[in-house]
């Protein structure tokens, strides 16, 4: 068993080929998006088409946005925060430090946070002020009554920036047990199975196999979504209720996760391999 510190990431081959993954997986949502709708509202297909181009396009320029800032902003934190430490058996993940992979997803995420705010913050009430002012002529009192108040919660920074340092805390606190559940899986050998090839100072990502990482990322999602759900009941929800997040997070983290193994190990010999830094 090797422990392994990742000591950087090449942003150019995480971007690139997280961003295909999404732009494969939109196209995939957008056509699911458009028969369903399709089917259910009459002659409505037609014009339901032109979304899988706006849902893909929109998929591309996010992705390239988040793959960029999160292969970035790890490689700038690695090195105040400490970096990320794997334990690898041949191909077979044992251990993921929790502590480094908590503390820098949630220093990202924060940062990330913040910065699509401030751009949401400057545009969004701009646009909105002019929807009302249209909604206002075409005599829509009411619609323009609720796009005010959107703007209002918009423009709301204080309350904005407390949902965010919420979803923060809140995040960074299921990224910590979601490794701490990975690694008492992976102890159990259900954890991820990947293929590495060292090319120069950089460790490239070959293949991962996809039934091990759908098991592995299901279960995960089915024990942080039975937290959540044992919450919802205290709080009052129905059990019913809770019963279908926890099985619909189950079977969205299987078919999500399997979707980006086989997606990586298609595109990754066309867009080229992801490329990380192990000492």
Avoid: H, W
Avoid at 26 to 44: A, D, F, K, T, W
Avoid at 195 to 218: H, Y
Avoid at 262 to 277: D, I, T
């Amino acid at each position: 068993m090797s422990v392994k510190e990742l000591k950087s990431i090449d942003i150019s081959s995480y971007t690139i080929i997280s961003t295909g993954i999404t732009a494969l997986i939109s196209l995939l949502i957008s056509i699911i998006i458009v028969g369903v709708v399709g089917l259910i509202v009459p002659n409505s297909f037609s014009v339901m088409l032109f979304m899988i181009p706006t849902i893909v396009f929109s998929g591309i320029i996010c992705s390239i946005f988040f793959g960029f800032s999160e292969a970035y902003l790890y490689n700038v934190l690695s090195k105040k925060l400490g970096c990320i430490k794997l334990d690898i058996d041949g191909e077979y993940i044992k251990k993921i430090s929790a502590k480094e992979t908590a503390l820098i997803s949630g220093t990202i995420m924060l940062i990330v946070l913040l910065v699509v705010y401030l751009a949401v913050a400057f545009f969004i009430p701009l646009f909105l002020s002019s929807l009302i002012t249209v909604l206002m002529y075409a005599a829509q009192t009411a619609v323009a009554g609720l796009v005010y108040q959107a703007m209002i919660m918009v423009s709301n920074t204080t309350t904005i920036v407390l949902g965010i340092i919420g979803s923060v805390i809140i995040g960074t606190v299921f990224i910590l047990l979601a490794t701490y559940i990975y690694n008492i899986l992976a102890s159990s050998d259900r954890g991820i199975t990947v293929k590495l090839e060292k090319v120069g100072e950089f460790t490239q990502l070959e293949s991962i196999d996809p039934l091990n990482f759908g098991i592995a990322i299901a279960a995960i999602s089915l024990i942080l979504n039975i937290i959540v759900g044992l919450i919802m009941i205290i709080s009052g929800s129905q059990i019913f209720t809770a019963l279908s997040n926890i099985m619909g997070g189950f079977v969205g983290g299987f078919i999500a996760a399997i979707l980006i193994a086989v997606f990586y190990n298609f595109l990754a010999p066309k867009l080229g391999k992801l490329k990380v830094e192990l000492e």
